[in-house]
């Protein structure tokens, strides 16, 4: 069974920082892309950060610059380290797993709230 697991979500003051790890379970997924997603109550879920099996990353605009994807194939594990955190970042955020790097994303966590306290 796939799983995908988020934590190191928390409450952090605007300018600080937080690391999310994803662990993934259930398969190999070095020749995954992996990506991030956040939703905030009464929003659409968002695109964070997307991190292809060959290391190349991509971000949305509003993340440049402070968010940074990396991941860990032996760890079977995806890292979105956060900086400079707004209070506008608040959301819940998801890791997700797709079967390759050009494929739909087929798996999803539950989920880890983020909230930034100004």
């Known amino acids: 069974q796939v799983q995908l697991v988020e934590s190191g979500g928390g409450l952090v003051q605007a300018g600080g920082s937080l690391r999310l790890s994803c662990a993934a379970s259930?398969?190999?997924?070095?020749?995954?892309?992996m990506g991030w997603f956040r939703k905030a109550p009464g929003k659409e879920r968002e695109f964070v950060a997307a991190?292809?099996?060959?290391?190349?990353?991509f971000y949305a605009d509003s993340m440049k610059g402070r968010f940074t994807i990396s991941r860990d194939n032996a760890k079977n594990t995806v890292y979105l380290q956060m900086n400079s955190l707004k209070p506008e970042d608040t959301a819940v955020y998801y890791c997700?797993?797709?079967?390759?790097?050009?494929?739909?994303?087929?798996?999803w966590g539950q989920g880890t709230q983020v909230t930034v306290s100004s």
């Open positions: 997700a797993a797709s079967l390759s790097d050009y494929t739909a994303y087929t798996n």
């Open positions: 991190m292809w099996s060959g290391g190349n990353t």
């Open positions: 259930g398969r190999t997924f070095s020749n995954s892309r």
